[in-house]
């Protein structure tokens, strides 16, 4: 037999419904501003780095010094040991995912958001 | 009709405490999976593992890069190791029971020259130091036309090595192992074998840009970005299943600029030279040492021929990147690949100079 919606149950309906979204869009939208570089080098623990300001930071390694430049909403491998330039020639990295490599210093810069795009980059 | 019943309070008390745990956890936003980087192997090794924040990653690091110094250090082609001890013997002549590590090795690269004509010969050891790549910085100068001249006129070969159950001897003076393109394969391998012991159920194990799946993340296929070999950013996507390598031979690895020239690592064993022809060559297969072993020899193969060799490797999906930046992909790779802007693309079967243009 069916009964009458009661006035707590109305309550009920609202409150599920509020909650669950806003616990929904907590779970899974992409937190603006939260983009940084995670520089990782053998041995030691990762450093992370907010892209909001200009920056520069040298980091030792064992073949020489690495210089990274940070911008706002990016960062690059700037200089670093190697006859290759292959740091380097990875450019401006802005999207999480994006990510330089340097061998003889053995570091990684990579940018890391809420969500990346990919797994993991083949190259 | 709404009424208002006494024990509806109860129930709003009851329903508002439920969902605001829902909320909590909701706020609870552990990563999707956890990232491992570490050096190991000559090259950065990249682990993603999921789901994220449930396993012990200091021990997987610990047993993963441990494991991987010890293929390194019995595999290094120019450094004290079990290779290198094996290539003494080897010049030598004599019979000898073959170090375990190294075993496996020279049996699938025997194998493999058979099917490449010779293009996949790691036997060619000298020839490879001669160019300046048994260091770890590589640097000039290139062998001279009466070096080069040399070093082909009698090359050894893998079946230069005779095998009798684990003993082996060698036929060849010049006989130098180099495993430089499959050894990573191999590794890649051993490392997932490593993770399923460590109970790990889905994974990727990246060695300097090559990778292979294990696992699912949360039922759906890994999602792999392809870096352009010819410039900046991401030049494709790619999803892969379960127990699905990718590896690539390129032009841009290893090298160095010799007056205005580019030498890189990966040798013609018919000229002697460079390969010429071909920037990079990508091969997907469930098997990581073929795939590395794939990639080197279509890189050799150069344009005109890569589809074949393709096909006598057992190799359905593959992309080679010419240096005018256009792409050529096996009609299989077609539907895996997602390319991120605009881009010449032929699709190859498997026959020598047959191409056809994709819209």
Redesign the interface.
Not at chain 2, 1 to 5: E, L, P, S, T
Not at chain 2, 222 to 227: A, D, L
């Given at each position: 037999m069916m009964r009458s919606l009661r006035w707590g149950d109305a309550v009920v309906v609202a409150l599920a419904t509020a909650l669950v979204t806003t616990s929904f869009a907590l779970s899974y939208a992409p937190s603006a501003g939260s983009t940084h570089l995670v520089v990782t080098q053998a041995g030691m623990d990762p450093r992370h780095y907010p892209l909001n300001e200009n920056r520069a930071i040298r980091l030792e390694g064992p073949a020489g010094v690495t210089e990274i430049e940070i911008q706002p909403g990016r960062a690059r491998c700037l200089r670093s040991p190697g006859n290759q330039g292959i740091c380097e020639a990875a450019g401006w990295l802005e999207r999480p995912g994006d990510m330089a490599v340097s061998l003889p210093n053995r570091l990684v810069l990579q940018v890391r958001g809420a969500r990346s795009d990919f797994d993991s980059m083949h190259y | 009709?709404?009424?208002?019943?006494p024990?509806?309070?109860l129930?709003?008390a009851a329903?508002?405490l439920l969902?605001?745990l829902?909320?909590v956890?909701?706020?609870d936003?552990k990563p999707?999976?956890d990232r491992l980087?570490?050096?190991a192997f000559g090259?950065?090794v990249?682990i993603?593992l999921y789901p994220g924040g449930v396993h012990d990653l200091t021990r997987i690091e610990s047993a993963l890069s441990e494991d991987l110094e010890i293929m390194h250090s019995s595999w290094h082609a120019w450094e004290p190791s079990s290779l290198g001890r094996t290539n003494q013997l080897l010049a030598m002549g004599g019979e000898f029971s073959a170090p375990p590590s190294v075993l496996p090795l020279i049996e699938f690269a025997q194998e493999l020259e058979g099917r490449t004509d010779g293009l996949f010969n790691p036997a060619l050891g000298r020839l490879i130091a001669a160019w300046g790549f048994h260091q770890d910085?590589a640097?000039g100068p290139p062998p001279d036309a009466e070096r080069l001249e040399a070093l082909l006129a009698n090359p050894p070969r893998m079946s230069d090595i005779e095998r009798l159950g684990v003993r082996l001897r060698g036929h060849h003076p010049d006989l130098q192992l180099d495993f430089g393109g499959m050894g990573k394969g191999f590794a890649v391998a051993r490392s997932l074998e490593l993770l399923a012991d460590l109970g790990v159920e889905h994974a990727?194990v990246?060695a300097g840009?090559?990778?292979m799946t294990r696992g699912r993340?949360g039922g759906r296929a890994?999602?792999?970005?392809?870096?352009d070999?010819l410039g900046?950013?991401?030049l494709a996507?790619?999803e892969l299943e379960s127990d699905e390598a990718?590896f690539?031979s390129g032009d841009?690895e290893r090298?160095?600029?010799w007056e205005g020239e580019r030498i890189h690592h990966v040798i013609d064993p018919r000229s002697g030279r460079p390969s010429r022809g071909l920037v990079a060559a990508?091969v997907l297969h469930g098997d990581p040492a073929l795939a590395d072993a794939a990639a080197t020899t279509l890189m050799i193969a150069g344009p005109e021929d890569w589809p074949l060799y393709a096909r006598r490797l057992g190799v359905e999906r593959a992309l080679v990147v010419l240096p005018d930046g256009s792409v050529e992909l096996t009609p299989e790779m077609v539907p895996r690949v997602e390319f991120r802007r605009e881009i010449v693309r032929r699709i190859r079967a498997a026959e020598p100079g047959v191409g056809a243009s994709v819209p």
């Open positions: - | 009709m709404i009424r208002f019943h024990h509806s309070w129930r709003v329903a508002a969902l605001l829902v909320a956890t909701g706020c936003r999707e999976t980087t570490f050096q090259t950065l990249d993603t910085e640097a990727i990246n840009g090559d990778l993340p890994w999602r792999i970005g392809v870096r070999p900046k950013g991401v996507s790619i990718l690539t841009y090298g160095y600029e990508t």
